[in-house]
């Protein structure tokens, strides 16, 4: 029956072709089903893990947590935080270490959450922030400790 | 009532009064090539348009919306961005043929513009053998796409355009024979005869089942000559980066793309004369008071929407299939629709001598 | 099979085998020019019916190259993992890619990045790094001071 | 008979496929030599996006290379990690808790059904299809959202540190699961309404590149290529890790070797990946997501050898340690690599258009193959 073949050939296909038209038309009359996100006028809503960029949490007497142990910066995978120390003297005489500047490197970070992790005292946290383009790369390079800054108290 | 072909008429006596014949006859050729180029231009920036945001609802996105009004000027700023562009030819292309290549697909467009009846007594060239003429010189596009292919140095092209060659010769035979069945109904292959047998009734509606076969071997023939998808080898994004017209930048390639368009639009365009009554307002037996409501809406708009819709149903093809392979192209054309609707011519001729038809 | 028994299989196939045990699987250690043979009765004889493998890699331990094969048997789901020490300086192994064909690649590679010939390859070239590339970058001693990443 | 043909002849027609071609998925350069439309030879140049991530890694602590290897097959970076991490803890014979091991179970099966959707989309947009490709993306976005919910990224998340994970599930994750699993269902239907039951797709992918079982065993295919020729090799079947012994699911096999054998595969792991989800959702044990490990991981002198089933098929990973906070030499075993090697065997004697599909069916990832 080659020809009864023939036939049944020819009716599959124009089903199987009507199937597909049927649902690529149910999805073209059907408008409430986009999914677009209009970008910059609709804001993404971020998840409240969402690895942005890293930052120094600071209160608002301006002190931070960050005693400058360096964990951060070994556990780093791409040398993206420098941590660059001083010595303070304390009210009671003695020498103490303490940040005096904590370089971040945008441009490196792959935001693997590895600082976090390692960071003793949780001075550091992921931000949401995601719209890091600039015009000029030095830009990306970050001093997180904000100027003026120093240690709470109590925090070794 | 305002129509186009009431436009034409005060044009006409116009410029028969005011210059001497030999003339008004060149400003009247003039003008027509004006309008033709206008509408090509018109043509490419809303079926561009329309082809983006039919694709965009399929895929369950919004399409262009950032410039203009709701993205309405998108096109535009398209052609002007291609417009700008440094049209380059590649090192080793043959720089005659290259160049030439996208404005012999253009012209072959322009020319088929020619036995269209865009509205009611609104037609360039009402020749006695319309149909005919526009299947041969559609023809023509393929030695654009064959020089663009060859031309261009670059095996991509290359294999694009033998592809397209062997399409469009064989899709031809289909879409030819599907005219034919229709031209047998009427017994005339002028362009205004056809429309004025569907006074009563369009082809597919009075045609029965061998008008309906037909009406879609056309279809599936046109969209594989305008080289769309699933029939779109010869460009074949996937597979031959952009087939034949790789190497095209710019204005050059903006023609092509155009062209592309606008035989589209062209052969949408026969197929609603042929199949769906040109520009015949849509009737229904002795319903009159329907029937005279729809002969309010003006014959253009007719003409249009029933263009438009086939011209509908091809991106609808396009943003639903795969693509097809080469042999399987041609297998389905030598081995499905070519003997299809050898049988189908048969069957309208007998309908035809029997007046089956109504 | 056991560890035991393919040990003795192993052993009655090629008398100059020593054994490592006490890793993951078994580990057997082949001299390079006994590797050949030894491939082929590994994938041929219907007891052992290594026809699967699914590591290829190379170790470089400073005085010598270790050549690393691991096998493994689809229908007696059994692994051994077969080693052999080339020479630093001369690096040549036969090839078995006409035996695992996936070994084909992975000879490649460890062409291109460790320097091992591999005797009768039908294609030894390098595989992911430019031709004109000279050093083979997993070496302990390789130094490219315009592409190291120094941490 | 290809094989022996397969040799320049006058006429033919050498073309360069890649590294920039819309079908390559990345930066493959594919050199294939033509007669007619009819392939003759493929030959791979890699090494466009080689990273040389084995020499890094040797460079890096235990718990800093991890995050390395979701860079290689980002598409599943999520096992990746997993097969990492149980190296690692196969040297520091760490026990993992119960929650730790079904929420890597979770989250490895949600990222093979996101690896399978970015798939189907590429798979249809290589045979000519493009409305797939969105409808595919749609789903992958839903897993997307609940991933970052819960690991804080969308593609290279790190989720997976030794001896557990890195942070507790989010208490939407239960929620966001269940309602995916609602959604995917019938999503399934419209994929095999656009591809799998339509015709043309049918004609372009049956009886084309079949790959022989002894061929697939040969050159070391993995994954659903394998498996669409029938070879039985899902690791989590044969030597089950965390809990895949415990589970109910069926290793997908097709007989056929040709590209709609390996596409049925994945098509079919969808579902397969879904019941997994579906058994686990509702029984998440309670109890700590990480085992308590030192700051500093030092692994015992030795070599550890650990495998795992990513989308695109076995994934080991091969530690020397030499008693140092990082491993002596590392290697990655990647599916890819060992499926690309099979294409020149398999695209012989086909037609430029079923190289597409047959590269589509195989499912390439290139930073998987290069590493």
């Known amino acids: ?156 | 009532m305002w129509s186009l072909s009431s436009i034409t008429d005060i044009v006409q006596t116009w410029l028969g009064s005011t210059f001497n014949p030999t003339i008004a006859l060149l400003l009247q050729f003039v003008m027509a090539g004006l309008l033709v180029i206008t509408l090509f231009a018109v043509l490419g920036l809303v079926l561009v348009f329309m082809e983006r945001k039919v694709s965009a609802y399929m895929q369950v996105r919004i399409g262009p919306n950032r410039v203009g009004p709701r993205g309405y000027l998108q096109t535009a700023a398209d052609t002007l961005k291609l417009l700008m562009k440094e049209g380059l030819v590649p090192a080793g292309a043959d720089k005659f043929l290259f160049n030439l290549a996208p404005y012999v697909v253009m012209i072959s467009a322009m020319l088929l513009m020619a036995p269209i009846a865009f509205a009611k007594d609104f037609q360039m060239w009402d020749l006695n053998i319309g149909v005919l003429y526009v299947s041969s010189v559609s023809s023509i596009a393929v030695i654009g796409i064959l020089m663009a292919g060859w031309s261009s140095n670059n095996k991509y092209s290359l294999l694009g355009a033998m592809r397209s060659g062997a399409q469009i010769v064989s899709y031809e035979l289909s879409a030819g024979l599907s005219i034919i069945s229709i031209v047998i109904l009427v017994g005339s292959l002028k362009i205004s005869d056809i429309i004025a047998s569907q006074q009563d009734g369009w082809w597919i509606f009075k045609g029965h089942i061998p008008a309906i076969i037909a009406f879609v071997i056309f279809l599936i023939a046109v969209t594989a000559e305008t080289n769309r998808a699933p029939f779109d080898l010869a460009e074949a994004e996937s597979e031959l980066t952009a087939g034949f017209h790789t190497e095209y930048s710019g204005m050059r390639f903006a023609l092509f793309f155009l062209a592309e368009y606008a035989n589209i639009f062209i052969v949408c365009a026969i197929g609603a004369t042929l199949f769906l009554g040109g520009w015949m307002p849509f009737h229904i037996g002795n319903l009159q008071a329907f029937n005279h409501i729809m002969d309010y809406i003006p014959s253009s708009i007719w003409f249009f929407g029933k263009t438009f819709f086939l011209i509908f149903v091809i991106m609808w093809f396009r943003w639903t299939f795969p693509r097809l392979r080469i042999d399987q192209l041609l297998n389905l054309e030598w081995k499905y629709l070519l003997p299809i609707s050898m049988f189908n011519v048969l069957l309208v001729t007998i309908m035809a001598i029997m007046k089956w038809h109504f | 099979m056991t560890n035991e028994e393919l040990k003795a299989k192993l052993t009655g196939i090629n008398s100059a085998l020593t054994f490592e045990e006490g890793g993951q699987w078994l580990n057997v250690n082949v001299e390079p020019k006994d590797w050949l043979p030894f491939a082929k009765e590994l994938r041929e004889n219907p007891e052992l019916n290594f026809d699967y493998m699914f590591c290829l890699t190379c170790v470089d331990w400073k005085t010598h190259l270790g050549m690393v094969y691991h096998l493994n048997s689809k229908n007696l789901k059994h692994i051994i993992v077969v080693k052999s020490k080339l020479d630093r300086n001369n690096p040549e192994i036969e090839t078995i890619s006409h035996i695992w064909r996936t070994a084909e690649f992975h000879e490649r590679e460890v062409y291109d990045l460790f320097g091992v010939t591999f005797l009768h390859h039908p294609d030894l070239r390098r595989l992911l790094l430019t031709d004109e590339w000279v050093g083979w970058p997993l070496r302990k001693d390789y130094e490219d001071p315009v592409n190291m990443i120094k941490l | 008979m290809f094989e022996e043909v397969a040799t320049t002849e006058q006429g033919d027609l050498v073309i360069n496929v890649g590294p920039q071609h819309p079908s390559t998925h990345g930066v493959l350069h594919l050199i294939i030599t033509l007669r007619g439309e009819t392939i003759m030879k493929i030959e791979p140049h890699l090494g466009y996006i080689h990273r040389s991530i084995e020499k890094m890694c040797e460079g890096l602590t235990y718990r800093q290379f991890v995050y390395v290897t979701s860079k290689m097959d980002y598409l599943s970076s999520h096992i990746n990690n997993h097969g990492c991490v149980l190296c690692v803890e196969k040297g520091l014979q760490l026990e993992v808790t119960p929650r730790a091991q079904v929420i890597r179970v979770l989250m490895d099966e949600l990222t093979r059904i996101a690896s399978h959707c970015l798939w189907w989309g590429a798979l249809g947009m290589d045979v000519g299809a493009l409305t797939p490709f969105f409808h595919a993306f749609r789903e992958r976005e839903m897993i997307n959202v609940i991933m970052e919910e819960t690991c804080g990224t969308r593609l290279t998340m790190n989720y997976m540190v030794p001896g557990g994970v890195m942070a507790d599930l989010h208490s939407n994750f239960q929620k966001r699961v269940k309602q995916f699993i609602k959604d995917f269902k019938p999503k399934l239907i419209e994929y095999d309404d656009l591809l799998t039951n339509n015709s043309i797709f049918i004609e372009r992918m049956k009886g084309v590149g079949i790959l022989s079982k002894d061929d697939a065993v040969s050159y070391g295919c993995t994954g659903p290529t394998a498996r669409g020729s029938g070879v039985s090799c899902d690791i989590r079947k044969w030597y089950p890790y965390e809990i895949y012994d415990k589970l109910n699911f069926e290793e997908v096999l097709e007989t056929e070797g040709d590209s709609y054998s390996r596409y049925m595969v994945r098509v079919r792991e969808f579902r397969q990946s879904l019941s997994i989800l579906e058994q686990l959702i509702d029984n998440i044990p309670e109890g700590d997501f990480q085992t308590k490990t030192k700051a500093v991981l030092k692994l015992p002198k030795g070599e550890f050898y650990s495998k795992v089933e990513t989308a695109r098929g076995e994934f080991g990973v091969y530690i020397v340690a030499e008693g140092a906070t990082n491993p002596y030499r590392i290697k990655f075993r990647s599916p890819g690599f060992s499926n690309l090697s099979a294409l020149d065997h398999i695209a012989r004697g086909q037609k430029i258009a079923d190289m597409i599909a047959i590269m589509g069916s195989l499912d390439f990832v290139i930073p998987d193959i290069d590493r």
């Open chain 1, 1 to 156: 029956m080659f020809l009864k073949e023939y036939f049944k050939t020819i009716f599959g296909t124009v089903k199987s072709l009507l199937t597909g038209m049927r649902r690529t038309g149910y999805y073209f009359t059907h408008g409430k089903e986009i999914i677009t996100q209009e970008y910059p006028n609709e804001y993404p809503v971020l998840a409240d893990r969402f690895r942005g960029e890293v930052v120094m949490i600071h209160d608002e007497k301006n002190e931070h947590r960050c005693t400058g142990c360096s964990a951060c910066e070994i556990s780093c995978p791409n040398g993206t935080i420098k941590i660059i120390s001083k010595f303070e003297t304390g009210p009671d005489g003695k020498k103490k270490k303490a940040i005096d500047k904590f370089v971040y490197h945008l441009e490196l970070c792959t935001f693997c959450n590895l600082c976090i992790e390692a960071c003793p005292t949780s001075a550091i946290k992921m931000d949401q922030a995601f719209e890091h383009s600039v015009f000029d790369r030095s830009r990306l390079t970050k001093v997180l400790n904000k100027p003026g800054s120093k240690i709470m108290e109590g925090v070794e």
